[in-house]
Nanobody, 123 residues
C-alpha cells in the first residue's frame, strides 16, 4: 500500500515562496507518475501539475512559470517549488500517485493521496 506524506505548507505573504514535499512509501517510485492538486474552500479540486515517469512535467496555466515540480528518486520524494505566490494560491495542496507512468490532469485516475497541507497566502 502506497502512503504519501506531504510537508512544507504554511502562511506566506503575497509575492513570497514556499516549497512543498511529498514522500512516498510502500512501493518503488520509478514506475509511477505523481501529481499535485489543490482545493480552495467552496471550489473543486484542481490540478497544479504532475511529473511523469520519464520526468516530463505539466502545469496548469494558473501556475505555469511560477511553480516547479521536481523529483528526488533516491528519496522517493517530489517537491513543489512555488514562487510569486498570490492570494488565489491559497488552498489545501494534495500529493497524488498514479499506477501508470503517464501523468494525468484528471484527479479521478490517481490511486493514492496524501492528507493535504494548507497553504495560505496573506498579508
Amino acid at each position: 500500500q502506497v502512503q504519501l506524506a506531504e510537508s512544507g505548507g504554511g502562511l506566506v505573504q503575497p509575492g513570497g515562496s514556499l516549497r512543498l514535499s511529498c514522500t512516498a512509501s510502500g512501493r518503488t517510485f520509478s514506475t509511477h507518475s505523481m501529481g499535485w492538486f489543490r482545493q480552495a474552500p467552496g471550489k473543486e479540486r484542481e490540478l497544479v501539475g504532475y511529473i511523469s515517469f520519464n520526468g516530463r512535467t505539466f502545469y496548469a496555466d494558473s501556475v505555469k512559470g511560477r511553480f516547479t515540480i521536481s523529483r528526488d528518486s533516491a528519496k522517493n520524494t517530489i517537491h513543489l517549488q512555488m514562487t510569486s505566490l498570490n492570494t488565489d494560491d491559497t488552498a489545501v495542496y494534495y500529493c497524488a500517485d498514479r499506477d501508470d507512468p503517464r501523468g494525468s490532469s484528471d484527479y479521478g485516475v490517481y490511486h493514492y493521496w496524501g492528507q493535504g497541507t494548507q497553504v495560505t497566502v496573506s498579508s
